[in-house]
């Protein structure tokens, strides 16, 4: 079994020698090696892409928006996941987007789950018709199993900033708090004169 570090270090000499520059590839080295701890096939899906692209020409958005196309192009997934990484603060503003057509779109994935973590909210994802929550970079849940699946191209990839909500109601928080306050000591005549400062000499 390959260790986490042998992952790293190859990605990233293998995206250095598909022409892309060493800040992407070490960002790639890293982002390969969280897609295969997650078992979501990162080291077969930067395979086949990066033998798919190299020596061509590869396109990011220019800006990030509401919706983002290209007239003759697939999106390369590593200058999109930057590009979106680097707008964060536009990302949560416009909150709902959509990127058409969308090469080897597994490899957003880290670049998304990162981007949860610097805006501190989660993101959903969905890649054609299988959605990915992505939580803080702490987990990924999948809509269904994903695991050994290579997505070579995707028509419609939608990103989704959700607001942060508690998981329980205003009533359960009132019933643990009424237990919590069990703990709480009353105020005696006691604790006042040991309070901070009672008790002292006057040296004036």
């Not at 590869?58 to 697939?74: F, M, Q, T, W």
Request: glycine share 6%; net charge negative.
């Amino acid at each position: 079994m390959r260790t986490s570090s042998e992952i790293e270090t190859i990605s990233k000499r293998a995206t250095r020698a598909a022409g892309f520059p060493w800040g992407i590839a070490e960002e790639i080295g890293k982002n390969i090696k969280t897609l295969e701890l997650l078992s979501l096939t990162g080291i077969e899906n930067l395979n086949l892409y990066l033998r798919s692209v190299k020596g061509k020409q590869v396109h990011g958005p220019k800006e990030i928006c509401a919706d983002n196309s290209l007239e003759s192009a697939a999106y390369c997934p590593f200058y999109t996941g930057s590009a979106l990484l680097d707008s964060a603060n536009k990302v949560e503003e416009i909150s709902n987007l959509t990127f058409h057509s969308v090469n080897f779109p597994i490899l957003l994935i880290p670049f998304l789950n990162r981007l949860s973590e610097k805006i501190g909210k989660k993101i959903l994802l969905r890649i054609d018709d299988v959605d990915f929550l992505l939580n803080l970079n702490k987990f990924i849940s999948v809509s269904k199993d994903f695991e050994g699946i290579v997505i070579e191209s995707a028509k419609i990839v939608r990103i989704e900033v959700l607001e942060n909500e508690n998981s329980f109601s205003e009533k359960i928080w009132d019933e643990l708090y009424d237990l919590s306050s069990e703990t709480f000591v009353e105020e005696t005549d006691r604790l006042k004169e040991n309070a901070a400062g009672a008790g002292l000499a006057d040296n004036d």
